[in-house]
């Protein structure tokens, strides 16, 4: 008598894909930006060097606390370094998207008399930089600080950010899976 056996063969788990879960954290990521740039302005420390750093720590945050949910929650506890490179890289790109869409609306919409401190802040730190600069250069530095430059600045800047902080954080957030040799 033959008998017919199945051997039934379990798929390897297919990776999950980033895309979702990296624009969770980035808007995660943005919304915190976004509170922290009301605070600022409402508690009128627009001009204060340090609170800059905030928003780095922000960005920092998102790409550890993202990047390590999406290791833990969506890989099996196990992340290349390159897989962990790109979500963080793609987790700050959408927070910088949103929060440059953000950066637009808030200086053209919520609070227009900002804009004006931002150019002063520019012009002050322009001349700290080089005391010598002419009007005419001094003039072309207050031209850039408009919506559209910030906002744009805000998405190249935050990404390029991203991306080399999600350099550093990867070395300690990649956890290699032993079945895989």
Known sequence: METNETIEMTPEPQAAPMARPAFYYG????IALMLLTLLIYFANLMEAKWVGWIGYLLLLAGILIGTKAFRDEYRGGFLSYG???GFGTL???FASLITGAFTYLFYTL??????AVARQVAETNALQANPNMTDQQLDMVTKMVNP??????TVFSY????????????????KKDPLEG
């Open 148 to 153: 559209l430059v910030m906002t744009i600045s």
């Open 83 to 85: 897989a962990a490179l």
């Open 159 to 174: 990404t390029f950010l991203g991306f080399v902080m999600s350099l550093i954080t990867s070395i300690f957030l990649k």
């Open 27 to 30: 808007l995660l990521t943005a």
């Open 91 to 93: 987790t700050i790109f």
């Open 110 to 115: 919520i609070a227009p008399d900002a804009l």
